[in-house]
């Protein structure tokens, strides 16, 4: 079936660093893709999406641009701050939403 | 209130209890949603409810019963749960529309805690 798989965590940066958060995907038709984030004692929140090929997402400094030839939908950063410390969600959606496990980001000052 | 909101944000309760979950979203969708977040697992998706009628149980057990009045509220009734229900509850909703469910917005979630 359809799957996000996203890179284990933790990932420990120091402020200013740039994030790489690394996201593939399966899926046997197009799916849209999606970043979610999860700050301490929050719910999820859409960081951003992609709906087809090419396109890239962007919020809060935040890229990713949907990969159709590698499948993949990375998460990038150039400057994080220590505000941005959360747990970082891929997903993908053809019929459902499927969620990858998580990625907990901490950046120290 | 605007987004999605779920009360309480925390709840212990004996094996033995019954209590209620509650969840509301502001957003005019048409689905919502209960999943279970624990320590060092995947999000697990629990209930699904399209247009107030049940599409989707995952396996999940008869001591967690779902309620979907209408498309804005949905319940989650609990009874003699166990210590490993022990988790944060999330309730999400979206727009469903020609077979396909738009992105899902969260609500801040229930820390429930089994004694």
């Known amino acids: 079936g359809d799957s996000v798989t996203q890179m284990e965590g933790p990932v420990t940066l120091s402020e200013e660093a740039f994030l790489t958060i690394n996201c593939t995907y399966t899926?046997?038709?197009?799916?849209?893709l999606f970043w979610y984030v999860q700050y301490p004692g929050e719910g999820l929140q859409l960081l951003l999406k992609?709906?087809?090929?090419?396109d890239k997402g962007s919020n809060k400094g935040f890229e990713a641009t949907y990969r159709k030839e590698t499948t993949s939908f990375h998460l990038e950063k150039g400057s994080v701050q220590v505000s941005d410390s959360a747990v970082y969600f891929c997903?993908?959606?053809?019929?459902?939403?499927?969620f990858g496990a998580g990625t907990r980001l901490t950046v120290k000052p | 209130e605007t987004g999605v909101t779920q009360t309480p944000r925390h709840l212990v309760m004996g094996m033995t209890n019954k209590k209620s979950l509650k969840c509301e979203q502001h957003?005019?969708?048409?689905?919502m949603y209960w999943y279970k977040q624990s320590a060092k697992k995947p999000l697990e998706l629990m209930f699904v409810?399209?247009?107030?009628?049940?599409?989707e149980n995952n396996s999940v057990p008869s001591r967690f019963s779902p309620e979907c009045p209408n498309s804005s509220h949905l319940f989650l009734h609990l009874h003699t749960l166990q210590p490993e229900d022990s988790a944060l509850y999330l309730c999400?909703?979206?727009?469903?529309?020609?077979?396909?469910?738009?992105?899902?917005?969260f609500g801040p979630g229930t820390r429930l805690t089994v004694t």
């Open positions: 957003l005019g969708h048409n689905a």
């Open positions: 997903a993908l959606r053809t019929g459902d939403m499927r």
């Open positions: 992609a709906t087809k090929a090419d």
């Open positions: 899926a046997t038709g197009y799916p849209s």
């Open positions: 999400a909703s979206s727009q469903w529309s020609g077979g396909l469910y738009y992105e899902q917005y």
């Open positions: 409810y399209n247009f107030k009628e049940q599409t």
